[in-house]
């Protein structure tokens, strides 16, 4: 879709804002949080007003797979082009929208996935409230201008991040390596394009440099789990985590987190009966437009 419709995909730093940047929340809640717990179980969250969607933890673990796959995810989508014809997929530290360049051509994926209404966090109220407003001109654009005033400040916060530069210039120099001409065989062309997603990965492609831990979903006991040092999450993920889960948490004991999944509930029904009348109407199924009008404030 990103491509497609010429958005911008949003960056690791905007996915964790988390409720500070709503709809980009959303998209996260929607397309990795939903995977990491089961459709399953996500459909009965759904329907439970008061049960949580998962686990800190299991949130936490969900911002730790995004952001150790995802230049390794950007590299295997952009390999898979033909050369004749290269991805233009952008991301946000692609880009900055600005009044003094054409950046704004790109618009912004949570505008996409879903139309029709803003999801505002209320910075003047200490509640924590979410506010959804339909998506008037005046509203969007208040909310466009938060937006790219926001994503400034994430890119040249990640710009001065050194480590987060090097994974970004690291996915497009292997992205150029990978697209010279070469007599690899299929199977071979495989091989080499796993390879170099195993290298772009964050917190599991240094483990073997320093002591491991496994993933909190998938520990194992066996002796041979245990002494593979060449495998397993680094020390690093394991402070990631523990931050993370901390902050959740927090959320939590302040009643957002509960607040959030209120808002993202009452989205989510709406956006499936819209779903469900484009689909009997023969429409397409990529966005939808929410009515305003059956939703309320939180």
């Known amino acids: 879709m990103c491509e497609n419709k010429n958005c911008l995909l949003p960056s690791i730093e905007s ?116 506010l959804l407003l339909p998506s008037t001109d005046e509203n969007y654009a208040a909310e466009e201008e938060r937006r790219q005033s926001m994503q400034e400040m994430i890119i040249e916060t990640a710009k001065q991040d050194e480590d987060r530069m090097k994974q970004y210039n690291e996915h497009q120099t292997q992205l150029d390596l990978f697209n010279l001409p070469d007599e690899y065989t299929k199977e071979e062309h495989s091989k080499k394009r796993r390879k170099c997603m195993r290298g772009l990965k964050v917190y599991t492609a240094a483990a073997k440099n320093s002591n491991t831990i496994s993933p909190p979903s998938s520990r194992s006991t066996t002796k041979e789990a245990r002494n593979n040092k060449d495998k397993g999450w680094s020390d690093k993920a394991n402070k990631f985590l523990t931050e993370m889960k901390a902050r959740i948490k927090a959320d939590e004991e302040a009643g957002t987190q509960k607040k959030w999944e209120k808002m993202y509930r009452e989205i989510a029904k709406a956006v ?4 469900d009348s484009s689909e009997e109407s023969g429409g397409e199924d990529t966005a939808f437009q929410v009515d305003c009008n059956e939703m309320y404030e939180l």
């Open 272 to 275: 499936k009966k819209a779903r």
């Open 15 to 130: 996915f964790q804002k988390r409720h500070q940047n709503p709809k980009v929340y959303y998209i996260f809640y929607e397309y990795f949080y939903k995977a990491v717990m089961g459709e399953a179980r996500w459909k009965e969250s759904v329907h439970k007003e008061n049960a949580r969607f998962g686990t800190n933890i299991a949130e936490a673990f969900t911002h730790a797979l995004l952001e150790n796959n995802y230049f390794a995810w950007l590299f295997d989508y952009k390999s898979r082009a033909p050369p004749t014809k290269p991805s233009c997929l952008k991301t946000e530290y692609d880009t900055v929208p600005t009044a003094d360049n054409d950046s704004h051509y790109y618009s912004y994926l949570c505008d996409e996935v879903v139309q029709g209404f803003e999801i505002v966090a209320d910075q003047e109220l200490s509640s924590g409230d979410f």
